[in-house]
């Protein structure tokens, strides 16, 4: 079983940086893709960006050209820097893991438990 835990999130005034970080742990596991998401209150959760384990990375309209997605793998951690922000950013970011078993070659999926990014002056 793997385990994502997310960490970084707090409040931040607009115009603002927060690095959010997903480390993934356990047993012999390799990292397909990860992802970030997000939940404002009374929203529908949103995908942010996305990150192959080859590099490959994507952006909502939203925060493309604000968000940088990374992967360590050494570290198998994600990262979401978040620059600009703005009020609108607030919410719950979620990462969510795509990961294989090498030993029977099954793939699953996993979401962290969520970190608060408030934008407030």
């Known amino acids: 079983q793997v385990q994502l835990v997310e960490s970084g999130g707090g409040l931040v005034q607009p115009g603002g940086s927060l690095r959010l970080s997903c480390a993934a742990s356990?047993?012999?596991?390799?990292?397909?893709?990860m992802e970030w998401y997000r939940q404002a209150p009374g929203n529908q959760r949103e995908w942010v960006a996305s990150?192959?384990?080859?590099?490959?990375?994507n952006y909502a309209d939203s925060v493309k050209g604000r968000f940088i997605i990374s992967l360590d793998r050494a570290k198998n951690t994600v990262y979401l820097q978040m620059d600009s922000l703005k009020p609108e950013d607030t919410a719950v970011y979620y990462c969510?893991?795509?990961?294989?078993?090498?030993?029977?070659?099954?793939?699953?999926?996993?979401w962290g438990q969520g970190t608060q990014v408030t934008v407030s002056s």
């Open positions: 969510k893991g795509g990961i294989t078993y090498p030993a029977n070659g099954r793939s699953y999926i996993y």
């Open positions: 356990g047993r012999m596991f390799s990292i397909n893709a």
């Open positions: 990150i192959t384990s080859g590099g490959n990375t």
